[in-house]
């Protein structure tokens, strides 16, 4: 069997708006990884690993950004404003299709 290989945020599809790209960050925003980070080349396990982190970190706040204190919720805001700019610029269809 083959193992799945991230790509990185910075090269993941759709500026990183993805399942992956959100975990990393998301790691970002809770301070688990710095954002240089960008998990190029991280095995499923390192990213099993980091999504449990995260899991965790969102867990006192019902997996809610408006739960999130103020300066978690600035930098969530921020950090998910910039990658959707970034997204939009290369092209991103917020439009939804058959298989979303």
């Known amino acids: 069997m083959i ?6 945020i910075d090269q993941d599809k759709n500026g990183g708006l993805t399942h992956l790209g959100r975990i990393v960050r998301d790691a970002w925003v809770f301070g688990i990884l710095p954002e240089s980070e960008t998990c190029t080349g991280w095995s499923g396990a390192q990213m099993q690993s980091i999504y449990e982190k995260v899991y965790a970190a969102w867990e006192p706040y019902a997996h809610l950004p408006s739960r999130l204190p103020e300066e978690l919720r600035e930098r969530h805001a921020q950090l998910y404003a910039q990658a959707i700019a970034n997204a939009k610029e290369k092209g991103w269809d917020t439009e939804l299709d058959e298989d979303d």
């Open 3 to 8: 193992e799945q290989i991230y790509v990185g």
